[in-house]
């Protein structure tokens, strides 16, 4: 499924826009990576694809108006994995995903054994087999943020947003999700977009890159094009070096002479 | 050798043991506060008589006309009215807990206790003459006022999140707390009628009050009860409600009107009872664990047990004097309050 954001604008405060005339196209099964320093608009950007906030501009799934869309049918076709999950302490890593069903029930209905199964499904592509019966409050970081993605996954989306998924992981469980994103990808595709503030692996795991400042796209494509000294020494007020490797390119910070 | 086994994702369910299990408190709290009282009727008496209604066999029991009557007209009432009110209170007191996300909400957190007191008081002060009639109905009107302008109050300054709505209703209470301290200092005669209300009490005089709050009961514990799973929802915080395709303002909505509601039919009846919508669902909670499926039913049917026990309690324990039944709920309730603010650190953090 094809995301189509034309003069997408976000403006907690009038006349203070995050998010300022954004247009962007994300075609279908494509993983677009948002780059950007803090308080770029990344995150307000992927809330107003959800509906979460309010926005100008016009945000289209496969060419029909995210505004002719019910929550519910919104819900069906885009799952959203903020940046810190609520995970209430007493809940069963289950019921959590469960809740990923909601958008398929009637409003006071319950899930039935096709709920059941679907989560199922979700569970094991993320490996949390072992995991069904624990409550979240006794889950590791790494956990958390697979049985976030599950729950996601029980939506059974076409459209996956990410909201920074690995911000909160040591480097090896940040390399291992977004390796396991892509192995998901592989055998269920979705569109996805996510917010990442590792550029090295921005541009190792995204098929195309967008770089936000101050709520604009200041460049966009992919990652040589993107992630140049130049820009990120101009938008992040980075020093970096770039490293050309055989399978992409490695940003690494550099010392700045005193 | 040891053989793996996969574990299968279990669904929280109501459980129905536990269920079960607070159904045997409620019965044995329906004998107990029907049996035991001055009249000395003996449980036997009353198991064949009430069986023996239920199956409209006459010459089962072996009560003469004025037990009947103590039974019947003084007893059974004023049971089924504890019991209505304390299920309902509990229910209310789960249902907030649900929509507002906070452990520590009570029925009375958006302003119906600090509504229904003016209300009261008012016509206690200034319509002494039609009291007893009027009250209920001026409290009721007093809860169900304070938590509308309460909501009113939190959409004009921001919306309908959580943390404004609690915030106007903390101003709401306390305008109207205000309110009423004033009458009340104005009309120092009235100062004991009104204390007395506002402690509680089930007195009753026949099914009157029982018939009054019933409808009330019924509707508003059907609608919660069938919102139990969106309370679950609910848990993740409003953005992620959201984005699972349910309007969490819609739901918060319709789970504070029908459990203000009960709440305000409940108060008006029975005086400002502390402590029973707090304290039944962390109960239940610490037994049977967060989820609202069961935490909900749970809540009505043993918070109809309490205050059947308190009511019990409240008329026998300085006995021939009664002690108002908030007395008794606040005594029970504050010290395991005190408990229940220690193992809640987790969720408030």
Known sequence: ?258 | MSTSVTPTPRPARLRWGWLAASLGVLGAAVLLGSTLGPAGLSPVQVVREMIGSALFIDHASSLDETQRAILWEIRVPRVVLGGLVGGMLALAGASYQGVFRNPLADPYLLGVAAGAGLGATLVIAYVPRAGSNLIPIAAFVGAVSAVAIAYLVGRSVGGRSTMTLILAGIAVAAFFTAAQTYVQQRNGDTIRQVYSWILGRLSTSGWSEVLTLLPYVLICSVVLLLHRRLLDVMSVGDHETDSLGISSSRVRGVVVIFATLGTAAAVAVSGLIAFVGIVVPHAIRLVVGSSYRSLIPLSMVVGAAFLILADLAARTVASPAELPIGVITAFLGAPFFAVVLRTSRQYVG
């Open chain 1, 1 to 258: 499924m094809s995301i189509t954001l034309s003069g997408l604008t976000v403006a907690y405060e009038p006349d203070h826009p995050v998010v300022d005339g954004v247009s962007i196209s994300v075609a279908t099964n494509e993983w677009l990576g948002l780059l950007g320093p803090n308080g770029a608009g990344k995150s307000s950007l992927l809330r107003a694809v959800i509906g979460l906030v309010e926005s100008r501009g016009t945000i289209a799934l496969d060419g029909s108006s995210l505004a002719d869309l019910s929550r519910r049918n919104v819900a069906r076709l885009v799952a959203f994995v903020p940046q810190e999950p609520v995970m209430p302490a007493g809940m069963s890593v289950t019921d959590y995903v469960l809740l990923g069903r909601t958008p398929y029930l009637p409003y006071l209905g319950r899930e039935g054994a096709q709920d059941v199964a679907a989560a199922t499904i979700a569970m094991d592509l993320l490996d949390l087999r072992q995991l069904v019966a624990r409550e979240l409050k006794d889950l590791s970081g790494g956990e958390r943020q697979r049985v976030a993605l599950a729950r996601a996954l029980a939506q059974q989306p076409s459209i996956l947003l990410l909201d920074e998924p690995t911000a909160a992981l040591d480097i090896g469980h940040q390399q291992s999700a977004l390796q396991m994103i892509g192995a998901i990808r592989e055998q269920r595709p979705m569109t996805i977009v996510s917010a990442m503030h590792d550029l090295t692996l921005a541009g190792q795991f995204a098929d195309r890159l967008v770089l936000l400042a101050e709520g604009r796209v200041v460049a966009e494509g992919d990652a040589r094009t993107v992630l140049t000294e130049d820009n990120i020494q101009k938008y992040y007020k980075a020093t970096v070096e770039i490293i050309e490797m055989s399978d992409g390119i490695v940003v690494v910070p550099a010392r700045r002479p005193t």
